[in-house]
């Protein structure tokens, strides 16, 4: 791996090798020192041409985990005031030798701009760009969805993939990087996947992604699902009549306190509730839902560290065999 | 013409003698260019005092008429000037080159045309027909001053806001309407603007996966559908600029068999590329409208063979590099085109052996001549005709680089693609703009002004 720009070509291989690379991370989390020297020496900058704290903070908890130098990077610029171009950024970036540089744009398709342009030579990671990718967020929901899996299964996690799973993933997935990025990880790791949303919120086009598509989240969830996965619904968008309003929106689509209930009434007694954050409470989902034993909120997060130390260990320190198994002494001792 | 000359004068003198060219891929013979025109054509020619051209196995085909070029001068002078534009215009086999009226001031006034037209003759590459705009500024509220433009020394026919959609039916349709007092043509660019609200590309399979906002295929439909009916209504004439889908090549055949005046035209990226190579998210790639899919691009090409769309229109937009070397929704929309028009009409619709070299005449010069009402323009190889033309090596391969284009633009979609096909030379009025594939001189209109 050259690059993290998206899951849609991201093969079986690597998406496994990085949720085993993790879960090795994670063994690191646990320990009293929580910091490995891989990437001592190294320098990731997060760049960021929109804010997003949480995901920001992720990829710094990661890096300097890893012992790598860090420089955060809140590019000026937006959809509407152009400011700095990418290309000048980039630039600046390449003369301060960065190793990798973690990309958060509003605009689909710039980490790719960044890679492929010949601006520069370090690593590139896509933390979420516009409506089109946010592979980290994929790999830390397959990671956590996979943990559950095993468990369930009385497998190890290591290694394996999705076989299996019946996921759902609900609301607007026209707008949500989250949405494809996971259809493309979740298919290419073996899980079958049910998008559920109004067709207003749906892509034209939906129609050739590997996965069923459904408007009833009630039939949905009646078919049987082991992973209920809810996407952040912005309220505005009833204002660009993609629905009437917020309150019809959550009756049809939100995962409220009666469609909790139904998961006991329907025997799915092991499913458990994704939710990417940050979350509309009382939208797309209730409070008594986020909060329940079956949320994940809180393991998705803490598991976002982990992958993301993974993916900038494998694109930064190589990828040798001696390598990982210095790694794994060094994870276990 | 040299009968445009004050007399006693000949700022023409050029004279050659074109050998074994084949008319329109047909017939050989030899041509003798002198004054302005054709004086002769037949076998074993001779005259003492042309320049001789071997054209043994080069097709002579009339001057090429673009009917939709931007030349952005005035106002953006970093992107193109009439002097680059036109000389990318003479190179790509052209006469004659219609001026997009979207420059800054907007040609929406006798001032603004007369400047582009004195810009074009001053440049002496083509023939610069300036277009009008139809509403004040683009803006789509109120008729500009179509009547001024037409009676002005640029003699404007053609009225469009290309880059804008004349979206308001009631403006329309008077704008149809009014033209008809001068024979006057209303370009339309289809876009219906509610439904294409930050489009930035084709809305489809690609945009689904690229997260990239969809221009879908209706809003172009549903302006050409409305159109159609309106010309019809107010019995106007209608043009259709840059049809790019499938669904919009069916509305115009619909259109034309019940006798409704319109023409249509296609750019040569439509007829090629398809909106995978949006993929890469390299803006070379963005233009308005947006490159669509394989079945588009198939209809396209049938349409042109069988006549429903009429002409060729270059569509050359040429951008300074700053707005394409950035994020793909930053980026501007447009592609260069004039330098590669012919190459890649020859290669989609000549050796796909969908058309002939006579019916290429008839797409890229004879028919948007008669749209823009040029009437230099467009003409027969035949002696006494004006001597517009273009000599072509129809064998001949060439790698693209934009790098090596006349144009200001280096957004060349094409750039490291082989194309078949090359100018070899261009004779303006008479006089070879372009010679062995490369310019010679500028026509001088001294003379005549
Ligand atoms: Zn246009």
New binding site residues.
Partial sequence: MRHLLSTEDLGRGDAVRILDTAEEMSAVGDREVKKLPALRGRTVVNLFFEDSTRTRISFEAAAKRLSADVINFAAKGSSVSKGESLKDTAQTLEAMSADAVVIRHWASGAPQRLANSGWIDAAVVNAGDGTHEHPTQALLDAFTMRRHWSRLNRNASTGADLTGLRVAIAGDVLHSRVARSNVWLLRTLGASVTLVAPPTLLPVGVEHWPCEVSYDLDSTLAKGVDAMMMLRVQAERMNASFFPSAREYARRWGFDDRRLASLDSLGLKDTIIMHPGPMNRGLEISSAAADSPRSTVLAQVRNGVSVRMAALYLLLSGDTREERNELTKVSSS | MSSANPAGQTPNADRYLLRGAAVLGGERTDLLIGDGVILETGTGLSDARAAVLDADGLVVLPGMVDVHTHLREPGREDAETVETGTRAAALGGYTAVHAMANSSPVADTAGVVEQVYSLGRAAGWVDVRPVGAVTVGLAGEQLAELGAMADSRARVRMFSD??MCVHDPVLMRRALEYVKAFDGVIAQ?AQEPRLTAGAQMNEGKVSAVLGLTGWPAVAEEAIIARDVLLAQHVDSRLHV??VSTAGSVDIIRWAKARGIKVTAEVTPHHLWLTEDLVRSYDPVYKV?PPLRSDEDVTALREAVADGTIDVIGT?HAPHPSEAKECEWAQAAMGMTGLETALSVVQHTLVETGMISWADFARITSATPARIGQLQDQGRLVAAGEPANLVLVDPAARWTVDPAAMATKGRNSPFAGRELPGAVKATFFRGHATVLDGALNTPYDFAGEL
Avoid: E
Wanted: proline share 0%; charged share 30%; glycine share 14%.
């Fill in positions: 290309d880059g660019h600029c840059h308005n569509d």
